[in-house]
């Protein structure tokens, strides 16, 4: 079984940052493709950014292309999503995800390892 932790949610006002991490444990050889999901109350979760095994390719959607970063580091088993020139239409529940297989998609079934959610609030 595979673990996933995010960290680094909070308040921010708009046009500001955050930094989220989400740490893998376990079973680590089974978290190969990454990706960040979003969900606000009443509407589905939502791709945000993915990475494949390596780092070499990452995907974004069109609303945070630009002003998202997503990096990894397969010594310390994380990903990190730099989020900067945050809007309010940012706020949300922030998810962490990982499959097996090396490369990433765009679909939350596609996605066996969940983290935990944490809370981003963009002020205006």
């Known amino acids: 079984q595979v673990r996933l932790v995010e960290s680094g949610g909070g308040l921010v006002q708009a046009g500001g940052s955050l930094q989220l991490t989400c740490e893998a444990s376990?079973?680590?050889?089974?978290?190969?493709?990454a990706a960040w999901f979003r969900q606000v109350p009443g509407k589905s979760r939502e791709f945000v950014a993915g990475?494949?095994?390596?780092?070499?390719?990452?995907d974004y959607v069109d609303s945070v292309r630009g002003r998202f970063t997503l990096s990894r580091d397969n010594v310390k088993h994380t990903t990190t999503l730099q989020m900067n020139l945050l809007k309010p239409q940012d706020t949300a529940v922030y998810y962490c995800?990982?499959?097996?297989?090396?490369?990433?998609?765009?679909?939350?079934?596609?996605?066996?390892?969940w983290g935990q959610g944490t809370q981003v609030t963009v002020s205006s």
């Open positions: 995800a990982a499959r097996r297989e090396v490369v990433g998609t765009r679909h939350v079934s596609d996605y066996t390892y």
């Open positions: 376990g079973r680590v050889s089974d978290a190969n493709a």
């Open positions: 990475i494949n095994w390596s780092g070499s390719m990452t």
